[in-house]
């Protein structure tokens, strides 16, 4: 039975309280240059949290699948912005170009190395893999922001490309970084 974006983030949320590690939370936020309040839950102990809602997270539409990851990454714990970058990596085929505002909201909203990585590597470079007009639109938006983090994902969306890098496009990218002319 599939349940409401809210009510799956209320579930996530008991199961996080009931699996807190206070002590670890302290370390993890200390790690984190304390930017984010931690539950302190290490990463395979969220993962086994995490499984019996794979399947129910991965039969939502694609509404309440942005539904729940804008709750989740709105929540006050990093270990929702966790939840929701491993609900996004594994289903990213839910999303298309029309979404990219959508991605960029995740990327300006709590960043930090973590989530500008995979975000980055992950959902930016799958959007934009098929679509060179729209990569050129938001790479030329985000390269001309004042956006650190935006001008990161526009460096290193293509990490999963491996042979595939648009090469003329990086060091465009790197000399704009450099305070270079293209």
Known sequence: MNHAPVVLFDELKKDFVLHANPNSAIAMKAYMKDKFDMYGIKTPIRKDILKPYYPEVKSLNKNDFIELIKLLWAGKQRDYQYTAMEFLQRNKKKLDVSDIPFIEGLLIAKPWWDSIDM??????????????????????KWMASDNMWLQRTCLIFQLKYANEIDLDLLKACLLLNLGGIV
């Open 119 to 140: 975000l980055a590597s992950h959902m930016v470079g799958h959007l934009f893999k098929d679509d060179i007009d729209t990569r050129n639109i938001w790479v030329e």
